[in-house]
């Protein structure tokens, strides 16, 4: 009798033991891959935020040069190559007279290309963490939206819907005085904003 009983034990004992072998590696399989993710989502979150906080400080960094009073000669070459070679069909000598406003549209291209890279960051951005860094984004893009107008009033006077004094405040850092440069400050506090949650994202 005690031999039947331990004869028919045995392959049920095995059975268990089998399937608990199989439920442990199941186990220790899922977490591991659980871990995986977490370290993929941990290194993919870090890039992007560090790729957006990196493209927003250059964005900043673009219209402090738009916004730079100073225009060296070798600018002002510059700029005359830059409008000679994209606008081939105008005077040579009006492209010369109106280096300025090349200076000023050769300048812009780093603001375009700041914002491409911006872009290129924000859709992985709203991916990770939703629409908020989307409506973060708004108020520096206002302050973007008011250099262009006011940029095109300064050199476009028929345009005009602003002040003289208001454009020149707008076009020229330290405008208004180096300590009441209005729209230094809401461009910087705008910036602050966003790289703020950005860093609070990777904390």
Known sequence: METFINSSCCPFIKDVFT?????????????????????????????????????ILKLRNAIRHVRNPAIWPSESYKAVQYAKA?????????????????????????????????????????????????ELMKPLNKKITELNIALQQKFNPDLRTKSSTEIFNIVYEGGESSEKDTFSKEVNSAVQQITDYIKSKLS
């Open 86 to 134: 994209k606008y081939p069909d105008k005077n040579p000598e009006e492209i010369e007279k109106d280096s300025g406003s090349y200076v000023y549209e050769m300048r812009w291209e780093e603001i375009k290309n700041a914002s491409t890279e911006v872009d290129s960051h924000l859709l992985g951005a709203e991916v990770l963490w939703g629409k908020e860094i989307l």
């Open 19 to 55: 399937v608990l072998i199989s439920a442990g590696v199941l186990l220790v399989a899922w977490k591991g891959l659980e871990t995986w993710k977490a370290q993929i989502k941990g290194v993919k979150t870090y890039e992007i935020a560090y790729n957006l906080n990196y493209a």
